[in-house]
């Protein structure tokens, strides 16, 4: 079960949520007052874009108020900082505008409730002022598959990770070691406006491509039945990769896999539970701002699906030690391999 302390972050953090639009709104009509030249530079369009960035920004800063996690926020400053610089815009301008949003924000709450929001803010802002980390360089392999798939080069993809498979690596191994990492990669490419956001979706959707390519290649590692299993994302999450190599996985570890897709309404997904009488929930949460929702529908699971055991994964979970036990799930696996490994423990054959 959810503890109170979660249970009271998560108030304050829909209490801001409930304000964000207006905050937003105020905060970028302020902000382009007190830059002129902004709007003589952007235009109406530049207006649009600052209120949808507030919007995004919040969504971060009350995503990290809820898990109670200080660093979460300081990352995602240096992440937009990244995002901002490669298209001309100082850091500067991101720190005045996070300040801007953070007192906006406090002047919502109670006062004994600010202290959860003032660290997080702060650190955000000094993120901003303090000289950028390197960003690291992929391997040599990595940084090949990764270009093929941002190329669209299919068979050039699909040949690299065949490579591997004939060096004596698994399905599992190429998930692990190379797609994974290049994932990454693509990511900072995105984050640094290396990259549009076309070009992203082509190397997503061609990283699906060579998944089902190598499928039929996945063993099953084991001939016993562990139980069957459901894996998606929760309702908003629109990152599924990660998720999907988790499901292949588990099904060449013994597992019958119902794999959901990400963003799925938390009704289906506790249809699919009964309807398959599944033993084990997969949840992927990538994106620290569907938190509350991975918690909503941890609690709904409990209350109509009692027997089902849970194991949350994703970028989202790994932000706080602990943050899934306050979530009530039962299991985190921070990357593919814990997943197959933890898993076990809620199989059929380890609950008889």
Not at 216 to 240: C, S, Y
Not at 324 to 335: Q, V
Request: glycine residues 8%.
């Amino acid at each position: 079960m959810t503890t109170g302390l979660l249970q009271k972050r998560s108030g304050i953090a829909n209490r801001i949520q409930s304000g964000k639009e207006r905050i937003a709104r105020e905060v970028n009509d302020e902000f382009f007052l007190r830059h002129p030249d902004w709007k003589e530079r952007y235009g109406e369009r530049g207006i649009r874009r600052g209120f949808e960035d507030a919007c995004f920004h919040l969504d971060f800063l009350t995503a990290a108020v809820a898990a109670g996690n200080i660093p979460a926020f300081a990352d995602y400053a240096t992440w937009a900082r990244r995002m901002l610089e490669a298209r001309g815009i100082a850091p500067a301008y991101l720190a005045e505008n996070l300040r801007q949003l953070g007192e906006a924000a406090a002047n919502i709450l109670e006062k004994d409730d600010r202290e959860f929001l003032s660290p997080i803010v702060l650190a955000a802002v000094s993120a901003c002022e303090r000289p950028l980390p390197p960003s690291e360089s992929p391997e040599s392999a990595v940084a090949i598959f990764a270009q093929a798939l941002l190329t669209g080069n299919r068979n050039g993809a699909l040949n690299i990770a065949r490579a591997h498979l004939n060096e004596g690596q698994t399905v599992k191994d190429v998930y692990f070691k190379l797609m994974q990492p290049a994932m990454y990669e693509i990511g900072r490419l995105w984050e640094t406006n290396q990259i549009t956001v076309a070009r992203e979706h082509l190397a997503t959707a061609l990283a699906q491509f060579v998944m089902a390519q190598l499928f039929p290649l996945l063993i099953r590692e084991e001939t016993i039945d562990r139980g069957t299993a459901v894996v998606a994302g929760v309702q908003g999450e629109l990152h599924q990769i990660g998720a999907l190599m988790v499901a292949d996985s588990l099904e060449s570890d013994g597992w019958q896999v119902s794999f959901l897709g990400s963003n799925m309404p938390h009704w289906g997904i506790l249809e699919a539970l009964r309807q398959e009488k599944a033993c084990l929930l997969g949840i992927s949460t990538s994106i620290l701002f569907n938190l509350p929702k991975a918690v909503d529908l941890i609690q709904t699971v409990r209350n109509s699906c009692p027997g089902v055991s849970i194991m949350v994964g994703g970028a989202a979970f790994k932000a706080t030690n602990d943050l899934w036990k306050e979530a009530g799930a039962d299991a985190f696996a921070p990357d593919l391999m814990a997943a197959v490994s933890v898993a076990r423990q809620f199989s059929k054959e380890t609950r008889a």
